[in-house]
């Protein structure tokens, strides 16, 4: 009995610690280490690598909340945020007030029949699906004459007049899984990388040398440039998060991050997650890569990875919270074509 | 030694015990039995009730989940959705696509310095912030001559164009909860109430007795009507949503569960929470409630108690899965008045 | 010099005369009797029929007008306004309103430096291109595999993200020609068509004959059919205006019009012009026509010639004012399909 | 007989001449000299000095033509195009195309019952009601504490979410008016005037004496700044456009053409007519008119008067084409504060 009891209790311990490491997502169903994915899920799949997730990785994510401490990585939205300028602009408007529901008296019962004299507020929003913080559809980005995406799906079969029919935002998955900050702007001693960093392999591992942090297959990988230290409020300046938005990783460490370590999602707190090069650089860039965005075709529509952008990972950092639980939800509206103004959570 | 194993594994799993039962959840802050909150947090607050969640309650929800099963209960968004035709329309329209770049060439270089022929999706969204699955901020009703609103914010100091100026739904914390499902639908044994129920304190005992569920303060509670049930795709039978959708509670069964119960959010698979009355009943009703929707009057001005709407309980209802870690984060825009197109999540 | 007085009297007044009776617009440039125009202003061309405006059949338009009595043919719009449904909805939402350039004093030198309180209104509008008073531009139907409109301008070369790249609405010239106006309705004695009534040739002979109304090559003809009656304030009486809606002229009166007559643009005041059969006809009226709007196929398209809908011809007919000036310049928009919420005007 | 002969062709070409010279706009009914209009309409007249139009003063307007010319006075709006920053910004954006319209075959009968393939396109457009060239509405200031516009409408009686209630741009009546250019920029042999040029007076005298225009009591008067010979295409490059945009007339020649010359609307080449002080010259101006917009107070709510904004002259210029027939009439949307992307024409 008393080593029933001592027996029971450490094997429950074990249990325990078993879940709590992440343990599950080492073993994940069809990344293969040097390769990465790719349209391995069937034809008709819109999901890509999210379909590593499984209860058992997500229940280790969740694990790995030790306090309950909650870190908000959504920066804050209105007409004057940052965005990319070939996006369409934003505004959030008064629709309904109680002093215009009032005097217009167009619902005459909700205004005369109202002994407490209650109304309400809402809003019509004009929105870009591509701004504050994002996770980008496997519909976003294509390539080739047939303009394909994620899986093959191509323009003249899927596009349409109201956002892609296959992959919009809404096929994406709730996520989570374990998420690991990698803090390269703090290895490096800054607070924001200078414009047209590029981050490379060697960046991305001595940041996590010194991080002191492993990265497992199937995380959401999240690094930080420091960009949003400039957001402020609501991202109004523009002649500082511009250049410092233009920091990011290559194509090398993209490929490294999925194909050796299986990152399952990568995202950063900049608005295109990847290196920018200078003005003067550009035309060999693209000459090199053949695009003006080599990371989000090899990610969203090769590997069928899903990117996140602009999280702001400045309070991770401060408290130098390097692994987490990764929760995010995108809105659900069909044909976007990204999750946008989001919240995801880092859970502790 | 043996005593120390034995002692340091048994406190150990005793700890484990405490945090998963969330136990934590029953020292709140400010909530009074018999009286709930109100407008207890200060002058400057926009939070409300969702102020009680704490580290603790937090890991406590976390902790709910054993098999990391997760539910979605977000219902999807497009142009076809029923919602209260009080609010603005909606269009999701493709504002950018492969063709329409190319063709344009309004960014030169993105066409013709790019050999893969790299291109991208992206939306301009027209919506209103009450659309799909919501929780509706603190700013969202008003009432009195002097149009106020929860914590006694008035129009014409924090009115605007863009949004209320306090209380909108950026300014609702990331929710992480304990959730629990009133499957009211099920315990009658019907698909779906039908239109224009009622649902009083003797409904929800009854549920609540039948699934074996306790309240504790501090929860999300959801109520189960099965009016999404007719949700389809995405919405567009509105013959049929629109009748159910008037099936809610009663402000008597908000007050008990708020003043009673402690309900720290309460929200239901209707566009609106509460009981409609049929037509030839509207009348009475409003003069006896003083107000066309009093159940929103007591929850969102006089207690702090956010209101979620449109979650979808379908899948909770068929797994009889009615306790649950409750996940959810509003689109982080200034001045909107309720978080939209959400996907709560349910964490088992 | 009595004669010379007599003489150049009479001639001076012989002029007058000649100008007023609008003969100038006899001698069209390229239209031919039993062919009409088609694809004849050379490859470049957007223009179509109203190529055929000169300064003195302008001019001569002009002069119709005796008494300088002017006829607004335009509707109001508003958000209830009827439209056909495959059009996207239209909100006119305050974006700045006095009290909310106060309260939220986002501009503070307007706010604190105006000793006289001054503000403004300004609206955001949403809109469709087609709605109300409308005039097609010739982008506005395609045909053909190859998708291509008026002077056989292609999708793939003149599509785009942001309306047609050809024959946009913002090519439409001042429209300033003789107007005549049919009153299909007031000929048959009924206040408005029954629903599905075609109009064909005989209907107009019939018409013109009873009114006495001669048309001339290079004419704006307007057919009355009463729908417009229905209009009420803005249109939001849908259940009389939709059925009223799909009477209109058979392609047989289009080409007699255009071929025959020399219009050089046909209106009426329904949204489409053309007759609609009724559901049951409608599957062999495709079969025959080979297309659900081939009064559209045939003007826009394979005539270049423009269509004006939902022209209010109500008060033209109480009058019995059947020639007119007419008088409309579409909105000036590059991309725009359509001229909407006009205001042609009648000139008498 | 023959006196008849002679007199009544003498009698009738004296008639013709009356009507030609516009002699019938000196006899306005409400305006008074050294006064002007104000509130004389009546206590709900939305209309203000545009009451004083008759069918005589039209008639001779359009008799003001004498060869058919007609220029377009209205400049192309895109989604570049300047304005004031305070305004919503604006998109035009392809809501169907015929490739969308097949691809996603959303209405299936029309896509697979048309043997053609007949399709089409439209647009949804998000804009400002403040673009381009414009008629602001008599709503569109306000001043004093009770925020009240022409004729005294206050926005506690007549404010709305959708615009203001009365004196929208659905109220202005079609305009068939004489119109003159008084082009300041030819007179001071300059192609555009210098940034914060003050038109005052004086100027207006020397411009009217230098090409020998005449006002008379009832004119829609003009005034070239030159500032639209930078509007290119469509209004992008704003470096250039903003700075010449601050040229405009003083609240002193608001008032000497008003008072002394009864123009009954008062236009320009700028999106605003009136003056802009230098910013360092800004707060003493205010202090000096108690207002940021001193010409719209006095013109729009003291007077009644509309204004004409961004009316492009540059042709009329070239022409010294000085007096013109003037037709425009603005969209017919309930609620719009202005015309807007108008096409204005001047007929000769």
Redesign the interface.
């Known amino acids: 009995m008393?080593t029933w009891?001592?027996g029971t209790?450490?094997l429950?311990?074990a249990a325990?610690a078993v879940v709590a490491s992440g343990a599950a997502s080492q073993d994940l169903k069809k990344w293969q280490k040097g390769k990465g994915w790719g349209w391995v899920w069937g034809p008709q799949d819109e999901v890509g690598s999210l379909n590593e997730m499984?209860?058992?990785?997500?229940?280790?994510a969740?694990r790995i909340?030790?306090?309950?401490?909650?870190y908000?990585l959504?920066?804050?939205?209105?007409?004057t945020s940052y965005k990319w300028p070939?996006?369409?602009?934003g505004?959030?408007?008064?629709?309904?007030?109680?002093?215009?529901?009032k005097?217009?008296a167009d619902?005459p019962?909700?205004v005369t029949?109202?002994?407490?004299?209650?109304?309400?507020?809402?809003?019509?929003?004009?929105?870009?699906?591509?701004i504050?913080?994002q996770i980008d559809g496997l519909?976003?980005?294509?390539?080739?004459?047939d303009?394909h995406?994620y899986n093959g799906f191509k323009?003249?079969?899927?596009?349409?007049?109201?956002?892609?029919?296959k992959c919009d935002a809404?096929t994406i998955?709730?996520i989570?899984a374990r998420g690991v900050m990698i803090d390269v702007a703090g290895a490096k001693g800054v607070d924001s990388l200078a414009p047209n960093t590029a981050i490379g392999v060697a960046d991305l591992e001595e940041a996590l040398k010194k991080q002191g942090t492993e990265l497992r297959p199937g995380d959401v990988v999240l690094i930080r440039t420091g960009t949003l230290r400039h957001w402020g409020e609501?991202g109004a300046d523009h002649a500082k998060i511009g250049p410092a938005d233009s920091a990011g990783i290559t194509l090398e460490a993209a490929k490294w991050l999925v194909e050796e370590k299986g990152a399952m999602m990568i995202g950063s707190d900049t608005s295109g997650l990847e290196y920018g090069p200078k003005p003067e650089e550009?035309?060999a860039y693209?000459?090199k890569y053949?695009?003006?965005?080599p990371v989000?075709?090899y990610l969203l529509i090769q590997q069928g990875v899903h990117i996140g952008e602009f999280h702001t990972l400045e309070e991770l950092a401060r408290d130098k919270a390097y692994e987490f639980?990764y929760?995010c939800?995108?809105?659900?509206?069909?044909?976007?074509?990204?999750g946008?103004?989001?919240?995801?959570?880092a859970?502790r």
């Open positions: 008393r009891g001592i209790a450490l429950l311990l325990c499984t209860d058992a990785s997500r229940l280790a969740l909340a030790k306090t309950g401490k909650v908000d959504g920066i804050l939205y209105d007409r070939g996006h369409s602009p505004e959030i408007i008064s629709f309904r007030t109680p002093e215009g529901v005097r217009q619902s019962a909700l029949d109202n002994p407490t004299g209650t109304a309400w507020h809402s809003c019509a929003l004009f929105l870009n699906d591509n504050a913080t519909g976003h980005a294509t390539e080739g004459a303009d995406w323009e003249k079969d899927w596009g349409g007049n109201w956002g892609p029919r809404s998955p709730p989570v609501a550009t035309k693209r000459e053949k695009s003006f965005m989000h075709n639980g929760v939800a995108t809105n659900k509206i069909k044909g976007s074509t990204a946008f103004t989001l919240r995801p959570l859970i």
